[in-house]
């Protein structure tokens, strides 16, 4: 007698739902799905997509919906095509600012229905990020049937600079700067990470390696990885790295559409989170096969909602005691000021 399969967190969903799509009546076999027995109830998955400048989006967002993601984040929109996306995803929209550089912005789309709650979209000038302007929006969770769970977390969306080194490490250093304590980075950072640099001085696009790269006294140009290690310092981790599954660490660019004369990008796109948030993820995977529609890879990350609940909580109530502290110190000190002022006779 078979075996019978192990329980997908895609087909193990709550019975109040809506039916999941029949993976048997594709015509080829959807990666993303891994054997995890989580219910939908305990799962939040995201999906992000560096698109091809905008184009086949309606292609773009048939893709996406088939994988049931609660956030969706998407690069290179252009303004006009921000309400199409929203419509044919069936989420609502929240872009990045524009700018006088480029009309593509940076896009976060959230489930209408979800377990996530919007709470502000900080948009700004952002004049520290001079190619496609970060989105930022705050979030928090839905904790039962009405309610919210105490405190919040901000999802940013970053697409970096294609030729400046110097920008994309102004624009990583900026994410210290984002309003809440855990943090959700996701972006097509143009870079390579610590460890896994590919060699592209050879290359015959010579601009190409002279964006990837940066200068260094006495040694010269070598591989620019400064967006890894600032992250990095920053206390945020890099969560396909954390999982270090075969299908987490897939390279994210096409290794079928790329410029002549350019070695592959190797993993340019990467989700990073603070340790709390990371340590809630359960699967990432780099979903290959889609090619014909950009030369950037879609991600799939899968975090445990549970444990992601947990630690928000736990980072607001770390924020409460700390404003408490701060308040008691502040009275400590008036009070010990006011001592001595009586003592000198001056009050």
């Avoid at 097509?188 to 460890?195: H, L, S, T, W």
Wanted: glycine share 6%; proline share 7%; hydrophobic share 40%.
């Amino acid at each position: 007698m078979s075996t019978p399969p192990a329980p997908s967190y895609r087909t193990a969903r709550d019975e109040t739902k809506e039916p999941m799509l029949d993976l048997a009546a594709l015509p080829l076999p959807l990666p993303g799905f891994p054997p995890l027995p989580l219910p939908r109830s305990q799962y939040l998955s995201v999906l992000s997509w560096t698109t091809a400048r905008g184009q086949d989006l309606e292609e773009v967002c048939l893709i996406a919906k088939r994988y049931d993601p609660d956030l969706v984040v998407l690069g290179e929109l252009c303004e006009e095509q921000v309400e199409d996306a929203a419509r044919m995803l069936g989420m609502d929209a929240h872009r990045s600012a524009g700018t006088d550089v480029t009309a593509h912005r940076t896009v976060i789309f959230v489930r209408r229905d979800g377990q996530l709650v919007a709470l502000h979209n900080h948009q700004g000038p952002n004049s520290r990020d001079p190619r496609i302007p970060r989105v930022n929006v705050e979030f928090t969770l839905r904790q039962g049937t009405s309610g919210r769970v105490p405190g919040s977390f901000t999802v940013a969306g970053l697409h970096l600079s294609y030729c400046s080194p110097t920008e994309r490490l102004i624009a990583a250093e900026n994410v210290s700067n984002l309003q809440s304590r855990l943090r959700l980075i996701i972006g097509d950072f143009n870079e390579d990470p610590v460890g896994e640099q590919i060699d592209r001085s050879r290359d015959a696009d010579r601009a190409h390696w002279h964006d990837r790269s940066h200068h260094v006294h006495g040694t010269g140009r070598i591989t620019a990885t400064r967006v890894d290690e600032d992250l990095t310092a920053q206390g945020l981790i890099d969560v396909a790295r954390l999982l270090n599954t075969e299908e987490a660490m897939r390279p994210t660019s096409s290794t079928v559409l790329r410029a002549p004369g350019q070695s592959p990008a190797g993993r340019g796109c990467r989700v990073y989170a603070d340790a709390p948030f990371a340590l809630a993820a359960v699967h990432l995977e780099v979903l290959a096969g889609y090619d014909d529609v950009s030369d950037h890879h879609p991600i799939l990350t899968v975090f445990h909602l549970p444990a992601l609940r947990v630690a928000v909580a736990a980072a607001a109530a770390d924020r409460d005691a700390r404003k408490q502290e701060l308040a008691a110190d502040r009275v400590e000190f008036k009070t010990a000021r006011i001592g001595r002022e009586i003592a000198a006779g001056i009050r």
